[in-house]
C-alpha cells in the first residue's frame, strides 16, 4: 500500500468545544455506507465500538480492521480517518474531553494500551 505524504495544514482539527457543549462526553451512534472520512484530530479522547459491520481505522499512518465487537481508542492529537470499504457499518462513538479523561482515566490505563491496537 502506498503511503501519501500529507502536509500539516491539510489535518482538520477537531475541537472538544464544537461538540461537547460544555459537557465531559459526547455520545453518537453513527450509521456509515461507503464512505472515506477526511485525515483528522481532536483535542479531546475518542472510543469507537463496532456495532455492527466492518471498516478500516487508519490511526497515526497505521491501517488496522476493525469488525463486530472491536473498540478502539484515539489519544488526543493523533492523525486518523476511517474507510468504510464493506458496505453498511454501525458504530458507537464516544469522545471524552481531555481534562476528564486525564483526570479521571489516564491512571487506569496500562502502560502498553495503543491507539492503533485493536481490543
Excluded at 9 to 33: A, C, P
Excluded at 59 to 81: A, C, M, T, W, Y
Excluded at 102 to 109: K, R
Excluded at 110 to 118: E, I
Amino acid at each position: 500500500m502506498m503511503q501519501l505524504q500529507v502536509n500539516a495544514t491539510e489535518i482538520k482539527t477537531v475541537y472538544e468545544q464544537q461538540l461537547f457543549n460544555g459537557k465531559n462526553f459526547h455520545v453518537f451512534i453513527y450509521n456509515k455506507t461507503e464512505s472515506v472520512t477526511g485525515l483528522h484530530q481532536h483535542d479531546y479522547y475518542e472510543f469507537t465500538l463496532v456495532l455492527t459491520g466492518r471498516y478500516y481505522q487508519e490511526i497515526n499512518g497505521k491501517r488496522v480492521l476493525l469488525e463486530r465487537g472491536d473498540f478502539v481508542f484515539i489519544p488526543v492529537g493523533s492523525n486518523h480517518q476511517s474507510f468504510y470499504e464493506f458496505g453498511a457499518t454501525r458504530i458507537l462513538n464516544v469522545g471524552i474531553s481531555k481534562r476528564f479523561f486525564e483526570q479521571h482515566y489516564l491512571p487506569l490505563l496500562p502502560f502498553c494500551f495503543v491507539a492503533s491496537q485493536v481490543y
